[in-house]
Nanobody
């Protein structure tokens, strides 16, 4: 049974940093495409960053230069380091896994497994 469990969310002031973690079980993260998404209540889920089995990465424009996706293969953990946070980064953040991919991406419909989310709140 595949499980993705996010942690590391919280409240931070504008300009601050957070590192989100996503612990995976039931799958080998090194073989999947993984990604971070976020969602504000009432809005569609949007991609934040993705990474593939070859460690290639892709980022959505809002996080470019501020967010870094990475993973610890040995521990099977996905990370999202977020710097220079802004109030508009406030959202529920989710990690997801896609078993069948050829490059890093953030197409919501293609991801097979999702975590329960971790809330990030950035105050001005």
């Amino acid at each position: 049974q595949v499980q993705l469990v996010e942690s590391g969310g919280g409240s931070v002031q504008s300009g601050g940093s957070l590192r989100l973690s996503c612990k995976a079980s039931g799958l080998r993260m090194s073989l999947q495409c993984m990604a971070w998404f976020r969602q504000v209540q009432g809005k569609e889920r949007e991609g934040v960053a993705g990474i593939d089995s070859d460690s290639r990465t892709t980022y959505a424009d809002p996080g470019k230069g501020r967010f870094t996706i990475s993973r610890d293969i040995a521990e099977n953990v996905l990370y999202l380091k977020m710097d220079s946070l802004k109030p508009e980064d406030t959202a529920m953040y989710y990690c997801a896994a896609d078993r069948y991919c050829t490059k890093p991406h953030m197409m919501v419909a293609d991801f097979d497994f999702w975590g329960q989310g971790t809330q990030v709140t950035v105050s001005s």
